[in-house]
């Protein structure tokens, strides 16, 4: 029975990091609203909300099948408090560090409405340092952390992040400054 949880486990964080990677890409291409050539902006944004929560389904499973593994011997406590595991806990932590601002993301996302926009993007920002700790934490972790296939997998979530940031910062340099329209004489803004 471990050998299975331990089976899928491995498989659950393969998928949500792969999810993971493809929500951070969406996220960078359409940051603070800048349209996407041939793409309506709405559409992907739901996909980058939808894609996200499958992520996070697959890393809720990752977590809970490898906690019934005997050989990973994961308390709950480690889910939630990184670097007290007793199996490799640098990279491990690391695994929980990700866990911690995927599960800051989800609350401030659902009590958007109540804390506003300006906490919600703050609380936001700290996805795009989530990504990088899941990669290391997959690298050291992970069995197959220098497996040919996994290595693969990895410079494909590289690339594709890598080239999103690279397009972003190349629209951002080229793309003239939105004017906000100011009411003659008054000095302030028409908004
Ligand atoms: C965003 C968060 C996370 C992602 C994307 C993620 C992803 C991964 C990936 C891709 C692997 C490598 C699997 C393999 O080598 O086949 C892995 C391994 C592992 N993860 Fe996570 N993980 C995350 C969080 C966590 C958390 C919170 C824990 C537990 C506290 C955890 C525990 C482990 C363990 C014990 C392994 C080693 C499994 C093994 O190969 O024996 N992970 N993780």
């Not at 939808?50 to 005997?70: C, E, R, Y």
């Not at 480690?78 to 800051?104: C, E, H, I, K, R």
């Not at 690279?166 to 000095?187: D, E, F």
Request: a positive charge; hydrophobic letters at 55%.
């Amino acid at each position: 029975m471990s050998e299975v949880l331990w089976a899928i486990g491995r498989m659950s964080g393969i998928v949500s990091l792969i999810l993971f990677t493809l929500s951070t890409v969406l996220g960078i291409l359409t940051h603070r609203g800048r349209p996407l050539p041939g793409l309506p902006r709405f559409g992907v944004v739901i996909v980058h909300r939808n894609v996200s929560l499958l992520a996070s389904v697959f890393l809720v499973l990752h977590v809970a099948t490898l906690l019934g593994d005997s050989y990973a011997k994961l308390n709950l406590v480690d889910v939630v408090v990184p670097f007290l595991g007793s199996f490799q806990p640098f990279w491990q932590g690391l695994g929980t560090v990700a866990f911690d601002l995927v599960l800051a993301v989800i609350i401030t996302s659902l009590l958007r409405h109540r804390i506003g926009d300006r906490a919600f993007r703050f609380v936001h920002w700290f996805v795009y340092a989530m990504w990088p700790i899941a990669v290391l934490h997959s690298i050291g972790n992970g069995t197959d952390g220098t497996s040919g296939w996994f290595v693969l997998i990895l410079a494909a979530c590289l690339i594709a992040v890598g080239s999103a940031v690279i397009w972003r910062l190349s629209t951002r340099s080229r793309s003239p400054r939105v004017m906000t329209p100011v009411a003659p004489g008054s000095g302030r803004s028409i908004r």
